[in-house]
Structures are given as structure tokens and as C-alpha cells.
């Protein structure tokens, strides 16, 4: 079992619809996850963190976390075209102190 | 958000040679530096965490002779690829960050090319 998993996509969007990105994790003790996003050929950038169990709003962005289910979600409200990139899920395993990276999910958001 | 520098951005060495890449926070202290290297269209795969004054430690498969990490302030990351083969040829990021449960800010990444 893969410690940080999404699917790969690609996931295609209509611009001005929701797009909902997924992602579960292994360690049962992780306390912070974010969310990163990656254009090609560039570093990631983070969008979004999250501590606690339920929604946390920023502007079009709302990440979403259940513990129990081990269970991580980014979700984007009226998706722009420059949306379009790979979203990277990441987790913080406390037992090592260290940030450990989904695979990512492709997100086009078609005109 | 904070600021993380890595240099150079990109470099083009002949085999058998070394790199060093340079990764600085610029606008706090990093008590914890990370290294990644990302092949194309692959996820972020970490490669080794450093603590400012302590060892790296290295990820399962990554050969800590190979590639030698320096973290001596709580603003300077250095890693340096030995002997580099273009197997070594990849995108190297390094991310920064302070305290326990913060996020950590990337750099700009570094494309190596050994030829």
C-alpha cells in the first residue's frame, strides 16, 4: 500500500463547475496535510493546509479532512482554465517528521 | 508565504562529475530541510531530511555517499551529487520549513542534465 495515494487522473473539468480531488493516506498518526499545486516543468506551490477534522474554506478552495477515514479532499468552486495542473496531495508523518507526496492528479479544466 | 531559494536553477555536467545545489530560506529559520527529486511526469519522491546541526536521514534506496547533504545553518541546505551519471539527470527540489505541524515552502527546483 502506497503511504499517500490519488488517482492519477486526468480528471477533466468544465470551466465554472467543481472539481473535486481526492486522496487517502496510511499513517493513522499524521497530523498536517496539504495540498500543492504543480504546473509543468515547475516547483510545486502550496494552495492549502489542514489540521482538523472537517472543511477549511480559502477563497475557491475548500480542503476537507477526515481522520477516521484517513481521508483528504481539495475541492475547486468555478474552475478556471488556469487551474489546470497537477494537484499533489502531501502528509506530514509525525512518527518521522517528514512530508511524504501523493503521485497527483492531472486536472484540466476544458473552456 | 515564505521564501525558499534553490540554486542554480539549472546546471549541465559531464559524468563522472560532482554538482552541489544550494537551497536557502530567506525569510526564517529552517529547522527542517527536504530533498526531492522528481523524474518526469513521476510525484515527488523524498530523498533525504535534514535538521540544522544533525545527520540526514536518508530514504530507503537513496545511497548517502552518493548524494551528501549539508545542513550547518538554519538557513543553508546544500546537496551535492557525486560522481554523477545521466541516471542522475532529474529535477531536484528542496523544501524548507519551521516547527513541527507547519507546511513546508519549496525552491525552485534544479534540473540537472549529466552528459
Known amino acids: 500500500q502506497k503511504e499517500v495515494e490519488q488517482n492519477s487522473g486526468p480528471l477533466s473539468v468544465p470551466e465554472g463547475a467543481i472539481a473535486s480531488l481526492n486522496c487517502t493516506y496510511s499513517d493513522r498518526g499524521s497530523q498536517s496535510f496539504f495540498w500543492y499545486r504543480q504546473y509543468s516543468g515547475k516547483s510545486p506551490e502550496l494552495i492549502m493546509f489542514?489540521?482538523?477534522?472537517g472543511d477549511k474554506e480559502d477563497g475557491r478552495f475548500t480542503a476537507q479532512l477526515n481522520k477516521a477515514s484517513q481521508y483528504v479532499s481539495l475541492l475547486i468552486r468555478d474552475s478556471q482554465p488556469s487551474d489546470s495542473a497537477t494537484y499533489l496531495c502531501?502528509?506530514?508523518?509525525?512518527?518521522?517528521?517528514?512530508?511524504?507526496f501523493g503521485s497527483g492528479t492531472r486536472l484540466s479544466i476544458r473552456p | 508565504g515564505a521564501v525558499v531559494s534553490q540554486h542554480p536553477s539549472w546546471v549541465i555536467c559531464k559524468s563522472g562529475t560532482s554538482v552541489k545545489i544550494e537551497c536557502r530560506s530567506l525569510?526564517?529559520?529552517?529547522?527542517?530541510m527536504f530533498w526531492y527529486r522528481q523524474f518526469p511526469k513521476q510525484s515527488l519522491m523524498l530523498m533525504a531530511t535534514s535538521n540544522e546541526g544533525s545527520k540526514a536521514t536518508y530514504e530507503q534506496g537513496v545511497e548517502k555517499d552518493k548524494f551528501l547533504i549539508n545542513h550547518a545553518s538554519l538557513t543553508l541546505s546544500t546537496l551535492t551529487v557525486t560522481s554523477a551519471h545521466p541516471e542522475d539527470s532529474s529535477f531536484y527540489i528542496c523544501s524548507a520549513k519551521t516547527g513541527v505541524k507547519t507546511e513546508a515552502f519549496f525552491g525552485q527546483g534544479t534540473r540537472l542534465t549529466v552528459v
Open positions: 525569510d526564517f529559520q529552517a529547522t527542517t
Open positions: 502531501a502528509v506530514l508523518y509525525s512518527s518521522a517528521s517528514k512530508i511524504i
Open positions: 489542514i489540521y482538523s477534522n
